[in-house]
T-cell receptor, first 112, second 114 residues
Framework: AQTVTQSQPEMSVQEAETVTLSCTYD???????LFWYKQPPSRQMILVIR??????QNATENRFSVNFQKAAKSFSLKISDSQLGDTAMYFC?????????FGPGTSLSVIP | GAGVSQSPSNKVTEKGKDVELRCDPI?????LYWYRQSLGQGLEFLIY????????KSGLPSDRFSAERTGGSVSTLTIQRTQQEDSAVYLC????????????FGSGTRLTVV
């Protein structure tokens, strides 16, 4: 079975600092996609960044970037210049045939 | 519509009652998904629709749970004879045919069974 693991249940970072959230996954697919979603207290799930497995270049979206290590099946998220609005649950996810499966999440708190 | 709409946003029901949760996906999105999120937990897949058919309903936890989708649009998730362990946030998402696009989620329905 395909699984997504996030080993850090909770993390905190000082405002304006950089933080990295870890994710490992397991898949039997040769072509797949990886995502990071953010869920603030409002409950709305928001897509932060996506990575296509066949692309070696790491995806970047403004202050958010990933470190994709395909052989190690690792997909970490780096948040630069952390802002108070980044406080949220962060879920790593991968495509599994016709659906997406999610990791258990990391609760990130940005401290003023 | 502009986004995925779910109703109601909150529902409190008595144990043993039936509930219906509604999801209105983004217009033109052919795929629709239901997930369950228990307090402080990740997202548990329930069921997936492509058009009106459900190729994957492997995540439905029991026969008390059912879902349908009509007209390739609105979907209803029904829970019969609710139990306290059904209390959770039920999230709906829709997507286009491309897996690369990811999902657009609704804001969820928080179900509390008392």
């Amino acid at each position: 079975a395909q699984t997504v693991t996030q080993s850090q249940p909770e993390m905190s970072v000082q405002e304006a600092e950089t933080v990295t959230l870890s994710c490992t996954y397991d898949t039997s697919e040769s072509n797949y996609y990886l995502f990071w979603y953010k869920q603030p207290p409002s409950r709305q799930m928001i897509l932060v960044i996506r990575q296509e497995a066949y692309k070696q270049q790491n995806a970047t979206e403004n202050r958010f970037s990933v470190n994709f290590q395909k052989a190690a099946k690792s997909f970490s998220l780096k948040i630069s210049d952390s802002q108070l609005g980044d406080t949220a649950m962060y879920f790593c996810a991968e495509t599994s045939y016709d659906k997406v499966i999610f990791g258990p999440g990391t609760s990130l708190s940005v401290i003023p | 519509g502009a986004g995925v709409s779910q109703s109601p946003s909150n529902k409190v029901t008595e144990k043993g009652k039936d509930v219906e949760l509604r999801c209105d996906p983004i217009s033109g999105h052919t795929a629709l998904y239901w997930y369950r999120q228990s307090l402080g937990q990740g997202l548990e897949f329930l069921i997936y629709f492509q058009g009106n058919s459900a190729p994957d309903k492997s995540g439905l936890p029991s026969d008390r749970f059912s879902a349908e989708r009509t007209g390739g649009s609105v979907s209803t998730l029904t829970i019969q004879r609710t139990q306290q362990e059904d209390s959770a946030v039920y999230l709906c998402a829709s997507s286009s045919t491309s897996r690369a696009a990811g999902y657009t989620f609704g804001s969820g329905t928080r179900l509390t069974v008392v």
